[in-house]
């Protein structure tokens, strides 16, 4: 993976920019250079928010976020991407045509359509641009509640999860990746029913892979789907499968936070994934 610049792959970030905390790009920067990646960061918004809660979203004009990845294209050219928030649909356009004229290499999605506390942090046609241009990436990881928003259903449970990645598919992910979180398997059980464990449901248009760790006591997490989706484009990068990848990549988020509360930190515990076909 190494490169002009240097010994370590280049990384395009597009995402946005919190105050004060440590979310959104910075928090990208943060995971690409503890995976020994070389990030190059483009600013698409501003957003201003703490004590879990978004109080102004400010979009970058296109033309800025536009200049901003001409230049970064033109002189480092990346050998993957990380996309994050885009503030405005017609910025979503230009950002997915300039990287469709470029050789990227892979490129994770990290949809995401609300805050902390769940404030709309984009429009609705910001919301269609970015499911219009799902088929341009190679992973499309979102959170439970941005998923329900895109499959326009509630995922209360895996049963749930299950419909929802399929309509997710339909609508062009090729891989998608939910993270649900603690979450019941039935929809006929309560959140009381489920395991202590973070679940993530992935689909490929054939097999669901299911990804559990132990759920961790952490009242507030910055910074997690940085480390996710990080990790999964490093993978990615070293050319393994999308299920090893994914694997590692939640694998690694689990030990960031178990490292977050223990003192010293203990052993990493057992991950698993499990597959089995749709039958379709």
């Known amino acids: 993976m190494a490169t002009a610049s240097g010994d370590f792959a280049n990384v395009l970030l597009i995402g946005a920019l919190y105050n004060g905390i440590e979310r959104g790009l910075s928090a990208d920067i943060l995971a690409s250079k503890a995976a020994d990646l070389q990030p190059k960061p483009v600013c698409s918004s501003i957003i201003s928010a703490s004590n879990g809660r978004v109080t102004d979203v400010l979009a970058v004009p296109t033309d800025s976020v536009a200049a901003q990845l001409e230049h970064t294209l033109s002189v480092t050219p990346p050998a993957g991407v990380k996309i994050g928030i885009i503030g405005h649909h017609k910025t979503i356009a230009v950002a997915f045509d300039l990287l469709a004229d470029v050789d990227t290499g892979p490129v994770v999605l990290d949809l995401t359509l609300s805050g902390p506390s769940g404030e709309d942090i984009i429009s609705t046609r910001g919301r269609d641009a970015l499911s219009e241009r799902m088929n341009q990436a190679d992973v499309v990881t979102v959170h439970r509640r941005d998923a329900e928003l895109l499959a326009g259903m509630e995922i209360q449970s895996l049963d749930d999860a299950q419909v929802a990645v399929q309509r997710l598919h339909k609508q062009g992910a090729a891989n998608v990746l939910v993270r649900c979180g603690k979450i019941p398997a039935r929809h006929f059980e309560s959140e009381d029913d489920a395991g202590d464990f973070a679940v993530d449901l992935f689909y490929d248009g054939n097999d669901f892979g299911l990804f559990e760790a132990p759920l961790l006591p952490i009242a507030e997490q910055h910074g997690a789907s940085s480390v996710l989706s990080i990790s999964l484009l490093k993978a990615l990068l070293n050319e393994h499968s999308t299920i090893e990848s994914l694997q590692e990549s939640k694998a690694a988020v689990t ?15 057992d991950y698993f994934w499990q597959l089995r076909s749709t039958g379709s």
């Open 255 to 269: 030990e960031a936070l178990r490292a977050s509360v223990d003192d010293p930190p203990r052993p990493a515990p």
